[in-house]
């Protein structure tokens, strides 16, 4: 049983202010979650609360910490932490309404999280055997940043993610390996090109003087080749779009500020499907608009079957919002992000929802984040497949990567890895 909840203001990977929450049993044992926030965020996601006042820019989460101290808590402390579903769904019903703005999504995640460690430190087994019982086993596929643009730098880019995924790796080790290499390399053409070698909020390289946004994937060939690797075979290329944050709903276009263009849907469809004929990308996230189904509809027809289509502001990790995606047949894959939803009952049934779809769940950190490692654990209780977290430099990142270092080592002989056949459950 819970003895106490506690909520306190900590900071995160951009000097925000955010939420950390303590739950302590009865027996002393303690669990802890870090809540992490987003810049590119969803329309359709569940309410981040934010004070609104002149602390902190607006951006004080003193208010999610009352409520979660004030309103939360005597009301958890009858519960069983291991019942993880009730802890949820008591917070869900507190809350009250669909998208959990009454106390904050930040305020309830904070718990749940909380609740979760306390489960598994309670039993002393790590959160995702916990989570996911003897069946955790299936180690992920990492998809890293090595150039960050869009809202993570200032918009100096359009697009927001240049990432890498190995491929021909037969262990998660062996590929993290290779990204690291990676992104050493691209730091040095960077050097080189007498590029300012500074970092955008994920830890990848800070696009300064591009000329065009497809600079961006020449630039992630030469740095795979010049570690040594063949772009393609060795490693993909994944890029997040973020589109909907230069769409414009009313004109249905989207804005390439970088390359002074306006594209209709029909012309954004294929300028990506043209940078897939060639350069080796193997997975989109959010090429068009979350408002744009329609976009989101074409691209698929066009490259769902070749490669990896993700939506993140689309689907919002939200079922009804996949389903959607799902009968429309809109993309194959899915960005699940804790804090899109709001507690990690529903992230898991969003994850199962998704495979049980026959569509590719990623689990994902968010541009704001902390040492906290929950998503890790998450991944692989679910056996997910996919974990994108930024890049492979700054704490907050290498927490993640190296916590499933650590697993890896953890589970031995045991542990699978499934390198470039993650995608063929959808298909690709
Ligand atoms: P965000 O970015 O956390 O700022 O939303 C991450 C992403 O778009 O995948
Ligand atoms: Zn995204």
């Given at each position: ?18 939420v ?52 939360l ?7 069983d ?19 959990k ?5 930040n ?57 890498v ?13 290779m ?32 000329q065009?946004?497809?600079?961006g ?5 030469e ?44 012309e954004?469809?294929?300028m ?7 350069y080796?990308?193997?997975?989109i996230e ?10 989101n ?24 919002r ?18 899109q ?7 898991i ?54 916590e499933?270092?650590?697993?890896e ?6 542990a ?13």
């Amino acid at each position: 049983k819970i003895k106490s909840v506690k909520a306190r203001q900590v900071f995160d990977s951009r000097a925000n202010p955010t939420v950390e929450v303590d739950i302590t049993l009865k027996d002393e044992t303690v669990g802890r979650g870090i809540v992490p926030s987003g810049a590119s965020t969803g329309l359709f996601e569940a309410v981040e609360l934010r004070d609104g006042e002149e602390t902190f820019d607006g951006k004080g989460v003193s208010k999610a910490i009352h409520h979660v101290n004030e309103q939360l808590a005597p009301l958890l402390l009858d519960i069983d932490v291991r019942d993880q579903k009730a802890i949820d769904s008591r917070l869900i019903e507190i809350d009250g309404t669909p998208n959990k703005s009454r106390l904050g999504a930040n305020a309830i995640l904070g718990c749940s999280m909380a609740a979760c460690w306390a489960g598994a430190n309670y039993y002393k087994v790590p959160l995702y055997r916990y989570l996911g019982g003897s069946a955790a086993n299936k180690l992920p596929v990492p998809m890293v940043q090595i150039i960050g643009g869009g809202a993570h730098a200032d918009n100096a880019i359009d697009i927001q993610d240049f990432l890498v995924i190995p491929t021909s790796a037969p262990t998660f080790s062996e590929g993290y390996e290779m990204v690291v290499n990676v992104y050493n390399a691209a730091k040095m053409i960077f050097k080189g090109a007498g590029k300012p070698v500074s970092i955008a909020d994920e830890g990848g390289l800070w696009p300064t003087g591009f000329q065009s946004n497809e600079e961006g994937l020449k630039l992630l060939c030469e740095s795979i080749e010049l570690a040594g690797y063949t772009p393609g075979q060795d490693l993909g290329i994944a890029l997040d779009i973020a589109s909907s944050e230069f769409y414009d709903p009313e004109r249905g276009t989207y804005r390439l500020e970088l390359e002074e263009k306006t594209l209709t849907k029909e012309e954004m469809v294929g300028m990506l499907s043209d940078w897939v004929d060639k350069y080796p990308i193997i997975s989109i996230e959010d090429g068009m608009s979350e408002l744009d189904w329609e976009g989101n509809l074409l691209l698929t027809q066009k490259l769902g079957k070749k490669i990896q289509l993700i939506g993140d502001d689309l689907f919002t990790t939200n079922i009804e919002r996949i389903r959607k995606g799902v009968e429309m047949k809109v993309d194959n894959a899915v960005l699940i992000k804790m804090n899109q939803i709001g507690t990690i009952t529903e992230t898991i049934e969003t994850i199962e929802f998704t495979q049980n779809h026959g569509y590719l769940p990623v689990v994902s950190a968010r541009s704001g984040e902390t040492e906290d490692c929950t998503i890790v654990h998450l991944a692989i209780a679910t056996n997910a497949g996919q974990l994108k977290v930024g890049s492979a430099a700054r704490s907050e990142r290498t927490a993640k990567w190296n916590e499933v270092l650590r697993i890896e080592e953890a589970l031995g002989s045991s542990a699978r890895y499934p390198s470039k056949g993650v995608f063929a459950a959808a298909g690709i």
